[in-house]
């Protein structure tokens, strides 16, 4: 069980919020966060993974993360921008984090990057650069999977390719994940649970029926 | 035609660079990274050499280093070193003098990096160390190799600082823009002007490889 207790003042959009998060993430399984720009979600990501200060209590399976730096949280991160080591080429982006080939290869062929796993990856198109940042996030086996928009930035036919891809990891892993998404048919496709930040508090948590239902009906009463 | 003054333009202008690299990638690096008030003034400051003229800096490092100054007395009294007019003096006063033109080149590459690469590598657990070593410095090549060859060229041409902290001692602080400077005192024009070409080819070759090597750089990006 991962359990999140964090509280930390923002600049929201209408003026300084406090991002309010309180929840139990069950082990192994695949959450999306939802909600507007400026809500907090990404906020969330990064204290998270340690990469933001904020009055916070994350405990992962018993052990307290308060203390620790980013280096030493079991976490994998995918940045909306990638975020790639540039000056490597695909495999050394994944051996950077763990020089594990086996694991660097398996991961490749789970994403069909074999063939370009020596490619410089300023060379790579915006959904394999996605696909190979997943890759890289996967090889210190993480005890949490933080992915940041990933699929925001692809078009629709790579979108579903990356979500594919997602699933097969997530099944044959098993990593606990929390994926930031504006897009509900993302949402719909890869989620257990659904949680919903609005002015840094959660308005919605629950299965992906449960939520995305409720998010209709309101669409539909607008 | 004697070659020491060139040899020792060379060897202040090593030095120099390599010094200047281990104390200025530090400084650049936190420059680039810290979101201190007092950064304006750091800033500031290490980008005086640029604005003064060599002989305010000058003099200002021959009353610090003189021996009757406490840094200057520190080195004489303990290690029997005299920091002016001599090479070691010329090394520390290069340095102050060539500080912005190692340090700006390396702080705006490293602000131009994309910060979620930094963060990417200390997720995968490398320190800072580890992080500037391998993915900083490699993602920032022009801007270091302009450091160091800006940096190189630049202690090759200084002039007045030398000229004050050094004089004009033979072989030992006498290099070659200053030894230029004395043959044209002494109407030696002839000597003067192989000594300039030399300067003025050398100054050329080191814009024209960093120019070269960037542009070359950019098209590696663009593939």
């Known amino acids: ?222 | 035609m004697d070659m020491t003054p060139f040899i020792l333009s060379f060897k202040l202008a090593g030095l120099t660079t390599l010094i200047l690299f281990v104390i200025a990638l530090p400084f650049a690096w936190w420059l680039s990274q810290t979101s201190s008030k007092s950064k304006p003034v750091f800033e500031a400051i290490s980008a005086l050499p640029i604005v003064l003229p060599p002989s305010v800096l000058g003099f200002y490092i021959l009353v610090v280093l003189s021996p009757n100054s406490a840094l200057g007395g520190f080195f004489h009294d303990l290690f029997g070193v005299q920091l002016v007019f001599s090479f070691t003096g010329l090394v520390v006063a290069s340095c102050f003098y060539s500080l912005p033109f190692m340090v700006q080149p390396l702080q705006n590459g490293f602000e131009s990096l994309n910060p979620h690469m930094l963060e990417a590598s200390y997720l995968a657990g490398k320190s800072k160390l580890q992080t500037i070593w391998h993915v900083a410095l490699p993602n920032i090549k022009p801007s270091l190799i302009t450091a160091l060859i800006i940096t190189f060229a630049h202690t090759v041409g200084e002039f007045g600082v030398v000229l004050m902290v050094g004089g004009s001692i033979p072989n030992e602080t006498k290099v070659a823009s200053v030894a230029i400077y004395e043959m044209v005192e002494v109407m030696e024009y002839g000597k003067a002007h192989i000594y300039s070409a030399i300067m003025v080819l050398m100054s050329f070759l080191v814009l024209l490889s960093v120019y070269i090597f960037n542009h070359s750089q950019k098209k590696v990006g663009i593939v």
């Not at chain 1, 699929?151 to 579903?160: C, F, G, P, V």
Request: net charge neutral.
């Open chain 1, 1 to 222: 069980m991962v359990k999140i207790a964090i509280k930390k003042p923002l600049q929201g959009s209408q003026g300084v919020m406090i991002l309010d998060v309180n929840v139990d993430i069950e082990e192994g399984s695949f959450t999306v966060i939802m909600g507007e720009s400026g809500s907090g979600k990404t906020t969330l990501l990064r204290v998270l993974a340690g990469l933001e200060k904020a009055e916070a209590d994350i405990r992962v399976e018993g052990k307290s993360w308060k203390s620790l730096p980013p280096q030493k949280r079991e976490i994998g991160f995918v940045f909306q921008d990638y975020a790639l080591f540039d000056n490597m080429s695909v495999e050394q982006n994944l051996l950077f984090v763990h020089e594990d080939k086996a694991l660097a290869e398996k991961l490749l062929a789970l994403t069909e990057l074999t063939g370009l796993a020596t490619r410089n990856v300023k060379s790579l198109s915006g959904g394999q650069k996605q696909r190979v940042s997943l890759c890289r996030a996967m090889m210190k086996k993480p005890k949490l999977l933080l992915m940041d928009e990933p699929l925001s930035a692809l078009d629709e036919k790579m979108r579903i390719k990356l979500q594919d891809e997602m699933v097969k990891l997530h099944t044959a892993f098993g990593t606990t994940t929390l994926m930031v998404s504006h897009d509900a048919e993302a949402s719909y496709a890869l989620a257990d649970r659904i949680l919903v930040l609005e002015q840094g508090h959660i308005i919605k948590d629950g299965s992906k029926n449960e939520v995305l239902k409720q998010e209709q009906k309101t669409v539909y009463r607008l």
